[in-house]
């Protein structure tokens, strides 16, 4: 599987954009990409419109961004969140969280 991420510092609040999988196989390349970026900028937008994939490793991978911003002080914002993540959230009830 494949995956990417990105950021775009060109608007006001920079934007990190995720895509391809997010699942056991990319889960950890994921975690590693991404919380640099949560350490660097206070406030953060994870922009998830361009994944293509995602189970419970996904949803993992949103608490522990959130878990890396909190103890960093810092703020991450989540946009396009897939719909099978948010029922995923829902089912375990961690849809508040994100």
Not at 42 to 51: E, N, P, Q, S
Not at 73 to 78: I, S
Request: hydrophobic letters at 45%.
């Amino acid at each position: 599987m494949s995956f990417s991420v990105s950021l775009d510092s060109g608007s006001e609040t920079p934007r990190c954009v995720v895509t391809g999988a997010l699942d056991f196989t990319t889960a950890r390349q994921a975690l590693d990409a991404v919380v640099p970026h949560i350490n660097s900028n206070a406030v953060l937008d994870i922009d998830l419109a361009g994944v293509t994939k995602s189970n419970s490793a996904g949803l993992a991978l949103i608490i522990e961004w959130l878990a890396s911003a909190r103890r960093a002080g810092h703020t991450v914002t989540f946009h396009h969140i897939p719909d099978g993540l948010r029922q995923l959230a829902g089912v375990c009830q961690v849809d508040g969280l994100i």
